[in-house]
């Protein structure tokens, strides 16, 4: 199956546009996957699938066609096509072709559609609050890191774009989004206590699970200033193609921040009226989970 990796155009926040189709295929599940040179919509990643997928509607010959998921699917160099987790080869590997496979109800389309324009349209709503959502997630992180960065005893050999030790790479377990918030899930292990992260009271720190309510107001702090100056945020991408490396940026008051990043995002922070963050401990010390909610203007 010879096709290009797919163009995209969600880094620059659009939600519509015109391509060809280029390929018909009937998933395992019996739905219908549609592939089309260049798309905005945004496919759930398979490798860290913390942003779910785009939906919307594909048009074709005039008649519209849900998209009720879309997929990240690749195309190997002796006609393999594998989709998600069945991918065999690292992402951007380049002997494959990556492609965004917009899923549609069994039956949806036939291979006569191959070569005829496709009007595509993504959920704009949708794609907003998880936008926003996706926002407050790396809001959050750097929020964090500085809020925790009294608690490293020593360099743990890693910091983030504003100078902190970075916890949240570090300590990173999971990162869920949806259309009302971010899920970020934090190990507390022996490896982190090695890089020097202390969770025991100390002369100058009490115990993290009784600073959890001061900490939890610094964070808050921090977010509610960053809304306040309406800093603008973006995707920094070298090139349009899938698999292009991107890295979401911020002009914060503290300066610019960066990180790595396959989603989607707000264009400025005033795009929000308020973001908040809520940190809990579990009973045993060894996760900490922070749930992220924007209030969207």
């Known amino acids: 199956m010879s096709l290009p990796t797919t163009h995209v155009s969600f880094p620059a926040g659009e939600v519509t546009g015109e391509s060809p189709v280029l390929a018909v295929r009937a998933l395992p599940d019996g739905r219908t996957a549609v592939v089309t040179a260049a798309t905005p919509f945004h496919p759930v990643d398979h490798t860290w699938p913390d942003q779910p997928a785009d939906h919307g509607t594909l048009t074709v010959d005039g008649t519209a066609h849900p998209v009720v998921d879309c997929l990240t699917g690749a195309a190997g160099p002796a006609g393999e096509f594998a989709v998600g987790a069945d991918v065999p080869v690292r992402r951007g590997d380049e002997d494959w072709s990556w492609l965004v496979l917009h899923v549609l109800p069994a039956d949806a389309l036939g291979p006569e559609a191959v070569g005829r324009t496709a009007h595509l349209a993504v959920d704009a709503g949708r794609r907003a609050a998880l936008s926003a959502a996706h926002t407050g997630c790396h809001l959050l992180a750097l929020a964090l890191n500085a809020a925790l960065a009294p608690r490293w005893r020593k360099d743990p050999g890693r910091t983030d774009a504003l100078g902190h030790p970075d916890f949240d790479s570090l300590a990173m377990d999971s990162s869920v989004m949806d259309t009302t918030a971010s899920t970020d899930t934090y190990r507390i292990g022996k490896s982190l206590k090695k890089k020097g992260f202390t969770v025991d009271a100390t ?87 922070a749930v992220t909610t924007p209030v969207r203007a």
């Open 203 to 289: 002369d100058a720190l009490p115990a993290l699970a009784d600073a959890l309510p001061a900490l939890t107001a610094d964070v808050n702090a921090r977010l509610a200033a960053w809304v306040a100056a309406d800093a603008p945020v973006g995707i920094d991408t070298p090139g349009p193609e899938l698999t292009a490396r991107r890295r979401w940026h911020a002009e914060l008051p503290e300066g610019p921040a960066g990180i790595a990043c396959g989603g989607t995002h707000l264009h400025r922070l005033g795009q929000l009226t308020g973001l908040r963050t809520a940190l809990t401990l579990t009973a045993d010390g060894t996760e900490l989970v």
